[in-house]
T-cell receptor, first 113, second 117 residues
Framework: ETGVTQSPTHLIKTRGQQVTLRCSSQSGHNTVSWYQQALGQGPQFIFQ???????GRGNFPPRFSGLQFPNYSSELNVNALELDDSALYLC????????????FGQGTRLTVV | AQKVTQAQTEISVVEKEDVTLDCVYE???????LFWYKQPPSGELVFLIR??????QNEISGRYSWNFQKSTSSFNFTITASQVVDSAVYFC??????????????FGKGTLLTVNP
């Protein structure tokens, strides 16, 4: 048990729709990162939030956006879904300000049809 | 740009065999961290080890051992006396910088390890 919970576990969306994925973590974990893992690939960094502000972004378009809340939960929002957005989405949380380990959730499997 | 290469896509062994998973990395930073994660079918990434670029000591943890060689930019992972429960996808990852609040991980494509009884 990592203490990181993602919801939903699975969902199916139609191309063009919008989706919100959620991540909740342990108290004190003020850094959250989101990753996209396509089938058979390694996770790809989407972005990171630290104390509710984005402080790092990978090579993903602006239709991928996020929020981090004071209660250590966070959201990943994807607008105008494309078929290639089908993937496992993982969040990882950690305490910022010192080099400690990140804990990953079990992921949300998104299928876009 | 940083890059992690895991040349072995799939490895299949029989229980009790030793197996080594290879990882080669590229980075321009002098300070960086290397990781290994295990991903069982449930999907969650399980942290196994972290090494910083200044510590080339090999590490052993039970049946697991890691060989870090900066001269060849490699960070290989060996499982001794493999067990069926070791079956999973294993990822090598790299994080540049001195850590702190920055935690962007660059992952390899992973190696699927199957341990047969």
């Amino acid at each position: 048990e990592t203490g990181v919970t993602q919801s939903p576990t699975h969902l199916i969306k139609t191309r063009g729709q919008q989706v919100t994925l959620r991540c909740s973590s342990q108290s004190g974990h003020n850094t959250v990162s989101w990753y996209q893992q396509a089938l058979g690939q390694g996770p790809q960094f989407i972005f990171q939030y630290y104390r509710e502000e984005e402080n790092g972004r990978g090579n993903f378009p602006p239709r991928f956006s996020g929020l981090q809340f004071p209660n250590y939960s966070s959201e990943l929002n994807v607008n105008a879904l494309e078929l290639d957005d089908s993937a496992l989405y993982l969040c990882a949380t950690k305490r910022g300000g010192q080099y400690t380990e990140a804990f990953f959730g079990q992921g949300t499997r998104l299928t876009v049809v | 740009a940083q890059k992690v290469t895991q040349a072995q896509t799939e490895i299949s062994v029989v229980e009790k065999e030793d197996v080594t998973l290879d990882c080669v990395y590229e980075t321009r930073d002098t300070t960086y961290y290397l990781f290994w994660y295990k991903q069982p079918p449930s999907g969650e990434l399980v942290f196994l080890i972290r090494r910083n670029s200044f510590d080339e000591q090999n590490e052993i943890s039970g049946r697991y051992s890691w060989n870090f060689q900066k001269s060849t930019s490699s960070f290989n992972f060996t499982i001794t006396a493999s067990q069926v429960v070791d079956s999973a996808v294993y990822f090598c990852a790299l994080s540049e910088g001195s850590g702190g609040s920055n935690y962007k991980l660059t992952f390899g494509k992973g190696t699927l390890l199957t341990v047969n009884p």
